[in-house]
């Protein structure tokens, strides 16, 4: 890996080209509230971000990444529209692989602009091309909105869609939640068993013990209506189980994905408008010279790893190098901003390169010329 | 160099831990008064015994401090990440039978599963503004069980001792503790969730990798695993 010098000169360059289109530098505390994040991101940043305590200000965490300090810098700020460029370290735990360094240099560019979100898209994807064009690294695009837009047109009832909307991010659970909606998955056999009571009138809380905890008997008695109410659901039909499936699978250059959301959309119209974005964004990419028809679209590009993002995502990732982090990884957080600014919701899009991976990649390059 | 065993300082697990090795022919015992923590090793040589606390064996073993310990593997695995990379498991030693298990109010009579406890937090979560609470002293193994079963919308409460005891005073919801019969869990109206076994642990005989095995300590492993293997019932 290269040294610190080298990266950080490395950084200064990239955050001067982001400046250079017009970004404003901005700085960010390194010590943050741990309950903002935890609260956002859950217990699994507790695993993967450093978790310190401070005498006054209770559990703090080095920052795991710019996306929150600058949202929350930005709502303070109320200047819109607004492109901002950063650089820093962040700080990662690294429990099951100890090559990953666990502090790394983060450059990054984001743009809070809500007038035109799919030329927002395109700007910043067309700025990190443009900048990782002398490298030898291969972007792909996706967008998390299609995948969202599918399951909230799925003929059944909000609580169904909700519950998988929850776990877009958990492919496990969510095949499993699917499965069940679908009628392909048995039903557990508690669960018949306490419908099967519930049916016949018999009060369920008897002889469970007391009421303890602060889940209450209503809170419980909320849920077992509700456990009725999806116990008469018919099953989701399977052919919206098929589309949603071949969405999911889908991995196409960008035209021929297009025409084939086009044809998912005429059975699942509910995802005309995402596709429709995606039409205007693509546009929006050629206008910027990205030569559309070479790229990689993948529908669930970043479904397990991009956590809050909600629509475009992209990486950039060097060919080849496995054992390499990407070198850019980027996309649109709306909802993230949101939750930080609750109930004000700014439209935001953005990506972050790391230099240490770019030379890293710049370095093998060299290696190869050197020995052909 | 002498071989460096780590076993428990005191307690059923020490004296079970003496009894294990004993049908094996190898004596351990404490020496000097009660309050003192020396040992003695008969039966092999170059083996040295070191006394402490079970919840300590994982880090000496990693740390390379001591060759081989005695400790329970539901510990191994919540203290020491990637443990399988810091460890090896020589022997499971049949004895200090525990399972980590998440359990639940009883009247919750609508979470039967995993998969309820994950709907029933969504909605405890928009009802109370915060995410379900899970009291525990776990934190690694719960976690990654939770993460492996897909659950969101909780958050992990460290709860050193009388977890059991943290719903009933509010400042849990549910909680991922050790049980062996069930009993404590029962008497504070708590039930274990049907697919709610994070793992079963018992007393394991570990091998350390990070300790300095030179030819010396290696013939006395050998020599060890020689004995313990012939005693096998």
Redesign the interface.
């Known amino acids: 890996m290269p040294n610190l010098t080298d990266i950080t000169a490395e950084a200064a360059r990239l955050r001067n080209a982001f400046e250079a289109t017009g970004a404003a530098v901005i700085e960010a505390a390194i010590l943050q509230p741990a309950d903002t994040l935890?609260?956002l991101y859950?217990?699994?940043i507790?695993?993967r971000a450093y978790v310190t305590s401070d005498p006054l200000r209770g559990e703090q965490m080095l920052r795991p990444d710019f996306t929150v300090p600058v949202v929350q810098l930005h709502m303070a700020g109320q200047v819109d529209p607004a492109r901002y460029t950063y650089s820093g370290k962040v700080f990662r735990k690294q429990?099951?692989d100890?090559h990953r360094p666990s502090e790394y240099v983060q450059v990054g560019l984001e743009i809070f602009d809500g007038s035109d979100p799919e030329a927002a898209d395109a700007d910043v994807f067309a700025t990190f091309a443009q900048l990782l064009r002398p490298y030898d690294v291969k972007p792909v695009t996706g967008d998390i909105g299609i995948l969202t837009a599918a399951i909230n047109g799925l003929s059944t009832s909000p609580e169904r869609r909700a519950?998988l909307m929850?776990?877009v991010w958990?492919p496990?659970?969510?095949r499993?939640l699917l499965d069940r909606f679908a009628g392909t998955a048995p039903q557990?056999t508690?669960?018949t068993a306490?419908l099967k009571r519930l049916a016949a009138g018999k009060d369920?809380?008897r002889g469970?013990?007391?009421?303890?905890?602060?889940?209450s008997?209503a809170?419980?008695q909320?849920?077992?209506d509700l456990?009725q109410a999806d116990a008469a659901l018919p099953p989701l039909p399977s052919s919206e189980v098929d589309l949603l499936g071949q969405l999911m699978t889908l991995k196409e250059r960008a035209p021929a994905a297009l025409e084939h959301l086009r044809d998912i959309a005429v059975d699942l119209p509910a995802i005309l408008g995402a596709v429709q974005r995606l039409d205007r964004r693509l546009a929006a990419l050629r206008a910027r010279d990205i030569d559309v028809d070479s790229l990689d679209f993948e529908a669930a590009y970043g479904r397990t790893t991009m956590e809050y993002y909600d629509g475009f995502v992209f990486g950039f990732s060097a060919p080849g190098r496995r054992d390499l982090p990407p070198v850019a990884t980027g996309g649109r957080y709306d909802a993230l901003t949101r939750v930080l600014g609750k109930g004000r919701t700014i439209p935001a899009v953005g990506g972050v390169i790391r230099p240490e991976v770019l030379l890293a990649v710049a370095q093998n390059a060299d290696l190869n010329e050197v020995g052909s | 160099m002498t071989l460096k065993l780590g076993v428990p300082s005191k307690g059923r697990l020490m004296d079970k831990t003496f009894d294990w090795f004993g049908r094996r022919g190898i004596g351990l015992e404490r020496t000097g008064s009660e309050r003192e923590y020396a040992g003695a090793v008969s039966g092999i040589d170059g083996v040295e015994l070191v006394l402490l606390s079970a919840g300590e064996i994982p880090r000496e073993l990693a740390a390379g401090r001591i060759h081989l310990g005695v400790t329970g593997s539901d510990l191994v695995r919540d203290k020491l990440a990637v443990w399988d990379d810091q460890v090896i498991e020589v022997d499971p030693m049949g004895f200090g039978f525990a399972d980590l298990v998440l359990a639940v109010p009883s009247c919750w009579v609508d979470v039967d599963c995993v998969s309820d406890l994950d709907a029933a937090a969504a909605a405890f979560r928009k009802v109370h503004g915060f995410r379900l609470r899970i009291a525990t002293k776990y934190h690694r193994l719960v976690r990654e069980f939770l993460r492996r079963e897909g659950v969101a919308d909780y958050q992990l409460v460290d709860s050193q001792g009388a977890t059991e005891g943290t719903v009933k005073n509010l400042t849990a919801e549910a909680i991922a503790d050790i049980t062996s019969t069930g009993e404590t869990l029962r008497a504070n109206h708590l039930r274990v969730l049907s697919d709610g076994l994070i793992h079963k642990s018992q007393a394991t005989l570990f091998k350390s990798r990070a300790a300095c095995w030179t030819p010396e300590t290696r013939a006395t492993l050998n020599t060890l695993t020689h004995i313990i293997d012939a005693g096998r019932d």
């Open positions: 935890l609260d859950g217990e699994d507790r695993a429990e099951h100890p519950a929850r776990h958990r496990r659970r969510f499993a557990p508690a669960r306490l369920p809380l469970v013990g007391p009421q303890i905890g602060l889940r008997a809170e419980v909320t849920r077992l456990l």
